[in-house]
């Protein structure tokens, strides 16, 4: 049981929109900056997002992040399907003094 | 370009103890930034076990804060992980990453599977 609320697969087709959920708490995404990872199948997590909303240098603008309370949201736009991946949010909790990531969502491009 | 290899053995028997190598090239270990040390069970998400600031200061997962030690050799540019009384739980692909905070870890190793079996 993750931290870290996520759903475990979100669908769409190539060119379309997806959006990714993450649910926390007041200890974790409440008081903390939020970092999205991308993991391509058999490859190391790679920073798709970081302090909420910021791309790292290379990280295309079709990925967006955003928060508001105690959730966080990914966005996808214009879906490819060198995109499908799994994606994963990370917090620091202040209660666990602790780096807290969600489960995962698998991303799948119809 | 900061690279960095984790490097190990790939079998552990229980309840020994595990011990991982990540070598970092192309940036110094004694820079402002947090080494850490990432795991992944298979099929399954990922875990952080414990971060360490350029400065010596720690951050361990507390679930698994009694068993591990992380620590620096800056001449070698290496840090290390040892985890004690090792379970079958305890096998993973882990991951050694490289933190502008402790949170967003820029850079990662490609991992290495270690399995814990008898």
């Known amino acids: 049981q993750s931290v870290l609320t996520q759903p475990p697969s979100v669908s769409a087709a190539a060119g379309q929109k997806v959006t990714i959920s993450c649910s926390g708490s007041?200890?974790?995404?409440?008081?903390?900056?939020l970092c999205w990872y991308q993991q391509l199948p058999g490859t190391a997590p790679k920073l798709l997002i970081y302090?909420?909303?910021i791309r790292p240098s290379g990280i295309p603008d079709r990925f967006s992040g955003s928060k508001s309370g105690t959730s966080a949201t990914l966005g996808i736009t214009g879906l490819q399907t060198g995109d499908e991946a799994d994606y994963y949010c990370?917090?620091?909790?202040?209660?666990?003094?602790?780096?807290?990531f969600g489960g995962g969502t698998k991303v799948t491009v119809l | 370009q900061v690279q960095l290899q984790e490097s190990g053995p790939g079998l552990v028997k229980p309840p020994e103890t595990l011990s991982l190598t990540c070598t970092v090239s192309g940036a110094s270990i004694s820079s402002m930034n947090y080494w850490s040390w990432i795991r992944q069970p298979p099929g399954k998400g990922l875990e952080w076990i414990t971060s360490i600031y350029y400065n010596g200061d720690t951050h361990y997962n507390p679930s698994l804060k009694s068993r591990i030690t992380i620590s620096v050799d800056a001449s070698k540019n290496q840090f290390f992980l040892k985890l004690n009384s090792v379970t079958a739980a305890d096998t993973a692909m882990y991951y050694c990453?490289?933190?502008?905070?402790?949170?967003?870890?820029?850079?990662w190793g490609q991992g290495t599977l270690v399995t814990v079996s008898s």
């Open positions: 990370g917090a620091w909790d202040t209660s666990l003094s602790a780096v807290v």
């Open positions: 990453a490289r933190g502008i905070t402790v949170l967003t870890l820029d850079s």
């Open positions: 007041s200890s974790n995404i409440g008081n903390s900056y």
């Open positions: 302090d909420n909303n």
